[in-house]
């Protein structure tokens, strides 16, 4: 009797679980397409850049990169209150529209007032940072709430997925476009000016995701949440499992403070360090995020068959494997390599962590611990970014990118040491 392989097995499951998704939910998904091909690709590649075209050194860069962080760690828990309030998909929108407003201001920098050119941005990238709790925290909220157990896995693995598909293509383009700039205005690519105008087209891009947006439908079910929480005999905060949130942020902050240490200076390492041209930075980075793709769409399957915790725990050892070349070989090449793998396992775990660290708390929780999240990712992002620009002047890529390892392999001995430990809280469907 014939028997169909796992890996068909698997591909059906996958397609019968796309078949669950609502309208709303694939309404989310185009957005992420929309964003990523501007956060992800073009503005991933040439942001730092455009930076060394000013004139600023690796130290200022990380202060730039640094502040569009900084929201994500004070606006992060208050932005999963303000949406179990007033509706996740309105947050939503609100963080798309930062996101277009402080992306469209930053490549105007130039024209800021003499002295103020500096200041110009840190503000703007200030102001993209509002969109990242706003879209972030609340679209955890939003895709938990529009999508059910069957589905739930495949739904994040998607978002994680055409994240990076659309900053792959967002990456290509990256890569060509002050070229083509470049030739149009009669400069080199030594000037600012086509990186200028590179990133004010990609800004665009946030104007159809917030009209998708729109055509979404509000979230109900958190205001039965509210109902649940105005009934309890104790205030919320006083019932928390307080330990269990902080355990799995600072396993978040360690998890992102790896990554973000690689994703955000690599291109400077490649250009700064080795002189890679901008063609070849943009087509590393575009490769890479088309390798995460199927990464991501991979994690159901395997969290199915060994859950979201041991996943988790594989791929962040996994990352902190890939980063060791990093700090000990000087070959652009074996680093554009190690950088693809590191991002690959990275991906692995996005979808995974997120999943995990919801299901592990009653739906009560899910807006806490999602704005928790966001906040030690925050912290994670903004402590490589401001960080590692002072370490790199310091001491060096290499000795940085051990650093890095280093944090990287500690946040994955912590999950180890918290997922081999019963927890009080399970998941429980209470919506």
């Known amino acids: 009797m014939y028997r169909p392989s796992k890996t068909i097995l698997s591909a059906r499951a996958y397609y019968h679980a796309l078949q669950q998704l609502n309208r709303d939910v694939r309404i989310y998904l185009l957005t992420a397409v929309l964003c990523g091909f501007t956060l992800s690709g073009v503005y991933s590649v040439l942001l730092n850049l455009y930076l060394l075209r000013l004139g600023y050194d690796p130290s200022f860069i990380g ?28 947050l939503i929108i609100a963080g798309i529209a930062s996101y277009f407003v402080g992306y469209a201001l930053l490549p105007l920098a130039e024209f800021a007032p003499a002295g103020w050119q500096a200041s110009w941005l840190i503000g703007a990238n200030l102001i993209t940072s509002f969109g990242g709790p706003l879209y972030w925290t609340n679209g955890n909220l939003f895709m938990m709430e529009k999508t059910s157990s069957v589905e739930r ?64 439908s509000d979230t109900v079910a958190q205001k039965r949440v509210r109902e649940v929480e105005k009934t309890a005999v104790s205030p919320p905060w006083k019932t928390a499992p307080l330990a269990l949130f902080i355990t799995l942020g600072v396993v978040m902050f360690l998890r992102t403070a790896g990554e973000s240490a690689a994703r955000s200076f690599f291109n400077v390492y490649l250009d700064d360090f080795f002189h890679v041209p901008t063609v070849q930075i943009g087509t590393v980075a575009a490769i890479t995020l088309l390798l995460t793709v199927p990464a991501a769409l991979l994690t ?32 652009w ?84 040491l918290f997922d081999r430990t019963p927890q009080r809280e399970v998941v429980h469907e209470v919506l």
Do not use: K
């Open 300 to 331: 159901p399957a395997l969290a199915s068959r060994w859950g979201n915790g041991r996943v988790f725990l594989v791929a962040i050892i996994g990352m902190g494997i890939c980063m060791l070349p990093l700090a000990f070989v000087s070959n």
């Open 153 to 216: 896995n495949h739904a994040f693995s998607l978002r994680t997925a055409f994240f990076p598909l659309a900053g792959f293509v967002g990456s290509l383009a990256g890569g060509v476009l002050p070229g083509r700039f470049a030739h149009l205005l009669g400069v080199t690519l030594d000037d600012p000016a086509p990186y200028r105008f590179s990133l004010l087209l990609a800004s665009l891009l946030f104007l159809p995701a917030l009209w998708a947006m729109t055509r979404a």
């Open 63 to 90: 202060t730039v990169n640094a502040a569009g962080q900084a929201a994500f760690i004070f606006l992060s828990i208050p932005a999963g209150a303000m949406g179990q309030r007033w509706g996740t998909r309105r």
């Open 333 to 416: 090449l074996v680093a554009a390599l190690c950088y693809m793998c590191l991002m690959v396992f990275a991906a692995a775990t996005q979808p995974t962590i997120y999943v995990y660290r919801l299901e592990v708390v009653t739906a009560v929780w899910w807006a806490l611990m999602s704005g928790v999240g966001g906040t030690f990712h925050g912290l994670g992002q903004a402590t490589a970014t401001f960080g590692g620009g002072r370490l790199i002047t310091a001491v060096g890529y290499h000795n940085f990118f051990l650093l890095a390892t280093v944090v990287t392999f500690t946040g994955a001995l912590g999950f180890w």
